[in-house]
């Protein structure tokens, strides 16, 4: 059985940080890449993803609003990918999903991906 599981959300101050954990099982995690999507209060999960890796081809990628403050890496020995967020601002709050792509080179699209985990709350108080 396929599973992703995110950790580490939780309450934080403006300019504060958190690391976010997706452990994934049922899958080899070599042949996939990682992502991680956002979904504000009241909103769509957003179809562009904040990162993404692709830890075999050592291949990551950032959005705008992003990039500078979060940092994203993975230890396939624990099959587990991080999300560090320095910087947090309020327009970060949200529920912060991990996926994962069979085949992806690290992108951001939120389409092709193929299993997603059950979330974790991020919330940035200003």
């Known amino acids: 059985e396929v599973q992703l599981v995110e950790s580490g959300g939780g309450l934080v101050q403006a300019g504060g940080s958190l690391r976010l954990s997706c452990a994934a099982s049922?899958?080899?995690?070599?042949?996939?890449?990682i992502g991680w999507f956002r979904q504000a209060p009241g909103k769509e999960r957003e179809w562009e993803g904040v990162?993404?890796?692709?830890?075999?081809?050592?291949?990551?990628a950032y959005s705008d609003s992003v990039k500078g403050r979060f940092t994203i890496s993975s230890d396939s020995a624990k099959n587990t990918v991080y999300l560090q967020m320095n910087n947090l601002k309020p327009e970060d709050t949200a529920v912060y999903y991990c996926?994962?792509?069979?085949?992806?080179?690290?992108?951001?699209?939120?389409?092709?991906?193929?299993?997603w985990g059950q979330g974790t709350q991020v919330t940035v108080s200003s």
């Open positions: 049922g899958f080899r995690f070599d042949d996939y890449a």
């Open positions: 990162s993404s890796i692709r830890s075999t081809y050592s291949t990551t």
């Open positions: 996926a994962a792509e069979f085949g992806g080179i690290g992108q951001l699209f939120s389409g092709f991906y193929d299993y």
